[in-house]
């Protein structure tokens, strides 16, 4: 059983910059892509960005340019750089591991989910 956990998350000026991390508990299978996803209050669980293990990526255009996702295997860690922070940017991020087929977006493609860390911008 696989277990993650995001850490990294706080308070932080608009214009600033966060780096979440995301620690897996048990080896994730070298098919697995790990993903970031987000979930302000009132609004449906949304994705950021996610990564294969070969290091392919994808992004949500809103982030685009601004947050870099990254990943070691060896540690089974994925990273969340987050730069130029906006307000619109406070949620609670998630980070989630699975077999993605069809999409990188989709949150049904992931089959393992850690409890969240708070991020918060403040303008």
């Known amino acids: 059983q696989v277990q993650l956990v995001e850490s990294g998350g706080g308070l932080v000026q608009a214009g600033g910059s966060l780096r979440l991390s995301c620690a897996a508990s048990?080896?994730?299978?070298?098919?697995?892509?790990m993903g970031w996803f987000r979930q302000a209050p009132g609004k449906e669980r949304e994705f950021v960005a996610a990564?294969?293990?070969?290091?392919?990526?994808a992004y949500a255009d809103s982030v685009k340019g601004r947050f870099t996702i990254s990943r070691d295997n060896a540690k089974n860690t994925a990273y969340l750089q987050m730069n130029s922070l906006k307000s619109e940017d406070t949620a609670a991020y998630y980070c989630?591991?699975?077999?993605?087929?069809?999409?990188?977006?989709?949150?049904?493609?992931?089959?393992?989910w850690g409890q969240g860390t708070q991020v918060t911008v403040s303008s």
């Open positions: 989630a591991a699975g077999r993605v087929v069809r999409s990188f977006s989709r949150p049904d493609e992931y089959i393992y």
């Open positions: 048990g080896r994730i299978p070298s098919t697995y892509a």
């Open positions: 990564i294969t293990s070969g290091g392919t990526t």
